[in-house]
């Protein structure tokens, strides 16, 4: 038989093959290295094409007021945006930049109110020391709370 592989060879090539990836270390998911969002930190402005998407989607239902597909506003929306000459796109890339320095402002007072607090994150670690104090005095007593039956 060239080539072919019987059943048993097959299992048996399996479990070579799970054993290895068994041993092979457990991978973190990207979720888990992530840090997690700060709801109060400034949304990211919009560039200019989602500043144009914006006008473009109003005009766009008042012209097709039976089109429910949003892939074909936003493939009608990029369609025009490249055929625009950069005079056109002008007043778009003014609001974005416009939206960006407050973004900048924003972010830069989120930034100096986070550095300024920091007292929130001791008082909390503090409580969690004081917890832990008292329980190892209990357990220094000697005295066993669990067979208080």
Do not use: C, I
Request: proline fraction near 5%; hydrophobic fraction near 25%; avoid cysteine.
């Amino acid at each position: 038989m060239k080539g072919g592989k019987s059943k048993a060879d097959s299992k048996a090539a399996d479990a070579r093959l799970s054993v290895k990836n068994k041993a092979a270390p457990k991978k973190v998911s990207k979720a888990a290295k992530k840090a997690a969002k700060d709801p109060n930190k400034p949304k990211r402005p919009a560039s200019a094409f989602f500043v144009f998407m914006e006008d473009f989607r109003k005009q766009f239902k008042e012209q097709n007021p039976n089109n429910k597909s949003v892939a074909a506003v936003g493939k009608a929306g990029g369609e025009k945006w490249k055929s625009m000459s950069e005079a056109e796109k002008a007043p778009y890339v003014a609001k974005a930049e416009k939206r960006k320095t407050q973004y900048d402002k924003d972010l830069k007072a989120y930034e100096k109110k986070q550095n300024d607090s920091p007292a929130a994150d001791e008082e909390s670690d503090k409580s969690k020391s004081e917890v832990h104090d008292e329980d190892d005095d209990d357990d220094e007593s000697g005295e066993d709370d669990e067979d208080d039956d």
